[in-house]
């Protein structure tokens, strides 16, 4: 778990507003922070950091060669290994250990073609300096939170809206999603233009607009494709062990001591056993 914030206003960012936004979130990730600010001050990045692998040298924000693209972190992509020697492959340069360094190489070659290859629990936020573009982009169970705020066509990203609020968004109460309890759309916030980035979506604000894209939602069988499935129930079993293993292996890739939750329900038994 670490802790990520952006923003892009009209005028140059505080310093102290920068370092209350890091502070918010330290609870986040307490082995380091880092921030990347744009040369007028008007765009800034920020990272608390909980070291889980790169563990020397995976500080954040990170930026491409040319200095065009500039990307914060949280979370984990699966299979890292995998993408990074075909990107190598290709010509692409690592500077650091890190699983997160392959969505900045992935943008820079695909663009946002490169969600299928991004397979984990993650938030990202990306600066494209080239397009004048901020992109949020959240992972598809919306494992990692990452909520956004675009006010008077200037916008902000965050792990937590207490970042938000930290970098000048206003608190101010959304009287008609708090007065509909937890019915209300997964996108909505109680606080007034604060809107969570929806699971399996990317956001791009541009200038003064923002677009919410879908790049993954739930495929479920349809009745004819369950009827024409012959499989017998121990094949059945054992393609879900075949799933279910490879799961629990990449999730258990990392530079530090790996743990497992057990609650004692068949879920948490299952990735134990």
């Given at each position: 778990m670490c802790g990520i914030f952006a923003a892009r206003t009209n005028r140059p960012i505080a310093t102290n507003k920068i370092e209350s936004a890091l502070a918010s979130l330290y609870h986040r990730g307490p082995d380091g922070n880092g921030t990347w600010t744009s040369q007028d001050r008007q765009t800034v990045l920020g990272h608390t950091r909980l070291s889980i692998i790169g563990l020397s040298n995976g500080n954040q924000p990170m930026s491409s060669d040319d200095d065009a693209l500039h990307m914060v972190v949280n979370g984990e992509f699966y299979g890292y290994q995998a993408?990074?020697?075909?990107?190598?492959?290709?010509?692409?340069?690592?500077?650091?250990?890190?699983?997160?360094?392959?969505?900045?190489?992935?943008?820079?070659?695909?663009?946002?073609?490169?969600?299928?290859?991004?397979?984990?629990?993650?938030?990202?936020?990306?600066?494209?300096?080239?397009?004048?573009?901020?992109?949020?982009?959240?992972?598809?169970?919306?494992?990692?939170?990452?909520?956004?705020?675009?006010?008077?066509?200037?916008?902000?990203?965050?792990s937590e809206i207490k970042a938000l609020l930290s970098l000048g968004v206003p608190a101010e109460w959304d009287w008609t999603v708090a007065a509909s309890g937890l019915s209300h759309p997964n996108d909505e916030t109680y606080f007034a233009g604060i809107h969570a980035v929806p699971p399996g979506c990317y956001v791009i604000a541009r200038n003064d607009q923002i677009r919410v894209y879908t790049y993954w939602d739930w495929e479920f069988p349809t009745a004819e494709e369950l009827q024409a499935d012959t499989r017998s129930d121990e094949e059945v079993t054992a393609d879900f062990r075949a799933v279910l293993k490879d799961a629990v292996d990449e999730r258990q890739v990392a530079d530090v001591e790996v743990a497992c939750y057990l609650s004692g329900g068949i879920d948490s038994c299952a990735v134990l056993g």
């Open positions: 993408v990074r020697a075909d990107l190598r492959a290709k010509g692409h340069q690592f500077q650091t250990d890190s699983d997160s360094e392959i969505a900045l190489h992935l943008y820079r070659r695909m663009g946002m073609s490169m969600m299928p290859h991004l397979r984990g629990e993650f938030a990202v936020v990306i600066a494209d300096e080239r397009s004048g573009e901020m992109i949020g982009i959240r992972d598809r169970f919306g494992i990692k939170p990452l909520y956004y705020a675009n006010i008077n066509g200037e916008v902000f990203f965050a």
